[in-house]
């Protein structure tokens, strides 16, 4: 792994995925060469090499002169008390990037030193705290820390397991098994009826904002058939026909969320009390107002970083339906 020259053509790709939150993401993850200890270690070891610091699942961010800034040297990450595992991401414009867990919780980590903050990484993304370029980085090192959190032992024979390929697999000297970083799919999806889109809440949403349903796909489904599931389970509605739109890498924890449309085949809706707190029908016109905060009963939608908010403008704004 010599090479660590960044990619010539740098366009920005054109799909509706590279709109969402932590979607920008230009790391050469160099997944060829994480099996070469001695070259990894090469480029941990070199001066222009960087780390991402977490505690726990929380970034540490620098003061910047611009921005906040999200790497740190990897004398300053051992200064901070980083003597674990530290994950290899990829390059970066050349730069090796890393990321390193903290043992220690975020608020002993920033105690005495005015030019750190800790923050967590939703506000990061929510209020633009740091180059879109760095987020889709950061969020896939809080991704991969957190599975190592929760993969110390073997699942197979309950052994203590330990790091291989620089991080990304993890590996039981008892039973041997190998054990992988895991990436958990997510429906997300705006079921349309002609004029009007179906949006729900949930308890824990932001007071008044209305959103896209989702759930987790379960084994043995289909995109299509989970979308059609969560839908009827959650909101009592029939679906006919499903169409992809869009993805978003989403780190909390760490799963994708995959963005449809989907065609209601009736207008009667039940609602999940389990799931929904409300679910309702809106037009376009209701709908472009929550997207502008000009609705008259102070509904709102999701920020632009996530991806429900590029569905529903998809539909509003796009002309996108059945």
């Known amino acids: ?27 050469e993850r160099h997944s060829e060469g994480r099996e070469h200890a001695e070259s990894v270690a090469a480029l941990r070891a070199s001066p222009e090499a960087v780390t991402f610091v977490l505690a726990g699942e929380v970034p540490i961010l620098k003061s910047g002169s611009v921005s906040l800034n999200t790497r740190f040297s990897m004398a300053e990450a051992a ?57 889709g980085p ?35 000297d008892q ?13 997300i999806m705006l079921a349309v009826r002609g004029e009007r889109c179906l ?48 993805s978003q890498p989403w780190p909390f924890p760490a799963s994708l969320m995959i963005g449809c449309l989907a065609e209601g085949l009736h207008e009667a809706i039940t609602i999940d009390q389990h799931e929904l707190e409300d679910a ?7 709908v472009a107002l929550m997207l502008a905060d000009t609705h008259p009963q102070g509904l709102g939608t999701p920020k632009p970083f996530a991806i429900a908010h590029h569905l529903i403008r998809a539909f509003v704004n796009e002309g996108e339906g059945f």
């Open 1 to 27: 792994m010599t090479n660590v020259t960044p990619p010539s053509d740098s366009t920005a790709a054109p799909e509706r995925s590279a709109r969402t939150g932590f979607a920008q993401n230009r790391l």
């Open 79 to 135: 200064d901070l008390g980083a003597t674990g595992e530290s994950i290899f991401l990829g390059t970066l414009d050349g730069v090796p990037l890393f990321t390193t867990q903290l043992p220690r919780d975020a608020a002993g980590v920033v105690e005495g030193r005015p030019h750190l903050q800790a923050v967590d990484l939703r506000s990061i993304a929510t209020q633009g705290l740091i180059p879109a370029d760095e987020l």
């Open 138 to 172: 950061l969020g896939e090192a809080k991704a991969i820390l957190h599975w190592h959190t929760r993969h110390r032992f073997c699942a197979n024979c309950g052994a203590p397991t330990r790091v291989e390929a620089s991080g990304w697999r993890r590996i039981c």
């Open 175 to 187: 039973c041997g098994a190998q054990h992988f970083p895991r990436t958990d799919p997510v429906v």
């Open 199 to 246: 949006l729900g809440r949930q308890p824990r949403f932001a007071t008044n904002m209305y959103s896209c349903l989702a759930g987790f796909v379960e084994p043995g489904e289909t995109i299509e058939d989970a979308v059609r599931r969560e839908i009827k389970e959650e909101a009592g509605l029939a679906v006919g026909r499903v169409r992809y739109l869009a």
């Open 280 to 286: 309702r029908w809106f037009t376009r016109e209701e």
